[in-house]
């Protein structure tokens, strides 16, 4: 339960502020992921970072700016949110192999944009 | 890109009985086909997972099957209790980087 951990856990925000979500892995992982997890939708995938680099981004809106200084942390910075961006926000992290691997979730944060 | 479809959306079953839910997904390149389980208010948790070189895995009450020839993956839970109330969320293997496509999820609920 504490090998991802997130914070804060929940979140209220304004349209005009500026807040940021940090995640920390403590499994030695070399890859981190965002997910948005929406009432009814699959989890959405909005990046991907491999060994500190990103690798994906799946057309998220600029209001959204991830960063991952080290293997072990990411962050993803907000600001301008609309109140459709109001949903739970989950961290991840894998060991990439050769084939697909497990991901491990945080506990998410939850953020209400009004 | 991968797409992944999951059945039902919703299932109810009485304690004790089993619980099937189905996923179909599109790329034939996928090898990687984890469950998760998310409780409310918690994080998905991985409960099983198969790969593309074996057709079937067990883990206690829980098994996975794997059809590669019509792409798609089941999960069974046998002689299920009220804890197995839960979002059960499918997902594929896509693309690279470990990337993972989830199936929408399905809520099941186990009633006494």
């Known amino acids: 339960e504490t090998g991802v951990t997130q914070t804060p856990r929940h979140l209220v925000m304004g349209m005009t502020n500026k807040k940021s979500l940090k995640c920390e892995q403590h499994l030695g992982h070399n890859a981190m992921y965002w997910y948005k997890q929406s009432a009814k939708k699959p989890l959405e995938l909005m990046f991907v970072y491999s060994l500190e680099e990103r690798v994906e981004n799946n057309s998220v809106p600029s209001r959204f700016s991830p960063e991952c200084p080290n293997s072990s942390h990411l962050f993803l910075h907000l600001h301008t949110l609309q109140p459709e961006d109001s949903a739970l926000y989950l961290c991840a992290s894998s060991q990439l192999g050769p084939s697909g691997e497990t991901q491990y979730f945080g506990p998410g944060t939850r953020l209400l944009v009004l | 890109g991968e797409n992944v479809e999951q059945h039902p959306s919703t299932l109810s079953v009485q304690e004790g009985d089993s619980a099937v839910i189905k996923c179909t997904y599109s790329?034939?390149?996928?090898?990687?086909f984890p469950w998760y389980k998310q409780e409310l208010g918690k994080r998905p948790q991985l409960i099983i997972d198969?790969?593309?070189?074996?057709g079937e895995k067990k883990d206690q009450r829980i098994a996975v099957t794997l059809n590669k020839t019509a792409k798609h993956f089941s999960l069974h839970i046998t002689e299920t209790q009220p804890e197995d109330s839960a979002v059960y969320f499918c997902?594929?293997?896509?693309?690279?980087?470990?990337?993972?496509?989830f199936g929408a999820g399905t809520q099941v609920v186990v009633t006494p």
């Open positions: 198969i790969r593309s070189n074996v």
């Open positions: 790329d034939s390149a996928s090898n990687y």
């Open positions: 997902a594929a293997e896509a693309d690279s980087w470990g990337k993972l496509q």
